[in-house]
């Protein structure tokens, strides 16, 4: 089973990239996107379901704003839309997949870059969905949570991260919370368990030559139960072309969809 995740920053924009030509070599078995900035109305039949997927949407009500989306091969026995915070689910932020005993989750946290209005969101977010975590924990399924976590967790996790720590996406509290959605509640970050190399990024800014000089963050995540975590085979970053200022994380898993 092959699960893709990647913030597109504008499934339209992506799309002209060559996003879905590229998704058409994959093979993959789910694909989730974040931040897709566009209503169902607006996109074409490929961006709705690429050949051979089937396609899901949770977008914001606000236009041309965050939102998720699901190609799954597979169709869902059942969809999740929002995860009970009317703050978060109006703007399009979880998307539940359930297949057999698995669920694929494409998720998006806000980011607390624009100010402290949107930060103060970015902690409500949190508070709300630690909860939700304890609960899917123990629910006997097992999940991946795919997605745009807005958080760095260590130090290995961001080029700059001495000049960062004051910064959204490496704030302590920021951090804290996702160590304690690993050790507390059990959640596995999967592409550490076969990767523990720094400078392995999946967000670089567009100042600069961040991306030319390879000064990232990884912030995109697949965070699994144990359970499937441990069937993890293979990791890869792709960064050999550019559909968005992410990169799209692929993990492979021994396991049938």
């Known amino acids: 089973m092959r699960v893709i995740t990647l913030n597109v920053n504008g499934i339209r924009s992506a799309a002209k990239k060559g996003l879905f030509e590229w998704l058409a070599r994959q093979s993959a078995d789910v694909v989730c996107l974040q931040e897709v900035k566009a209503q169902q109305a607006d996109l074409t039949d490929q961006m709705l379901a690429p050949k051979g997927f089937h396609g899901f949407f949770n977008c914001a009500e606000k236009k041309g704003y965050a939102g998720v989306a699901l190609y799954s091969r597979r169709e869902p026995d059942r969809l999740r839309v929002g995860f009970g915070s009317k703050e978060h689910d109006d703007e399009g932020r979880y998307l539940q997949a359930d297949f057999g005993k698995l669920s694929v989750i494409s998720l998006y946290l806000p980011s607390g870059s624009a100010g402290p209005h949107r930060q103060e969101s970015k902690f409500r977010f949190m508070e709300y969905f630690f909860p939700v975590l304890k609960i899917l924990r123990h629910d006997g399924r097992e999940y991946i949570l795919c997605g745009d976590w807005n958080i760095a967790h260590k130090e290995i996790d961001l080029k700059n991260w001495k000049s960062n720590q004051k910064n959204s996406g490496f704030l302590p509290e920021e951090r804290a919370?996702?160590?304690?959605?690993?050790?507390?509640?059990?959640?596995?970050?999967?592409?550490?368990?076969?990767?523990?190399?720094?400078?392995?990024?999946?967000?670089?800014?567009?100042?600069?030559?961040?991306?030319?000089?390879?000064?990232?963050?990884?912030?995109?995540?697949?965070?699994?139960?144990?359970?499937?975590?441990?069937?993890?085979?293979?990791?890869?970053?792709?960064?050999?072309?550019?559909?968005?200022?992410?990169?799209?994380?692929?993990?492979?898993?021994?396991?049938?969809?």
């Open 177 to 257: 919370w996702l160590t304690q959605v690993f050790d507390e509640l059990g959640w596995v970050d999967v592409f550490r368990t076969l990767n523990d190399k720094p400078d392995q990024y999946t967000w670089w800014s567009n100042r600069g030559q961040a991306y030319a000089k390879n000064v990232g963050w990884r912030i995109d995540y697949q965070i699994a139960t144990p359970g499937i975590a441990k069937k993890v085979e293979k990791e890869h970053i792709y960064k050999i072309k550019r559909f968005s200022d992410h990169a799209p994380l692929i993990i492979d898993y021994d396991y049938k969809l």
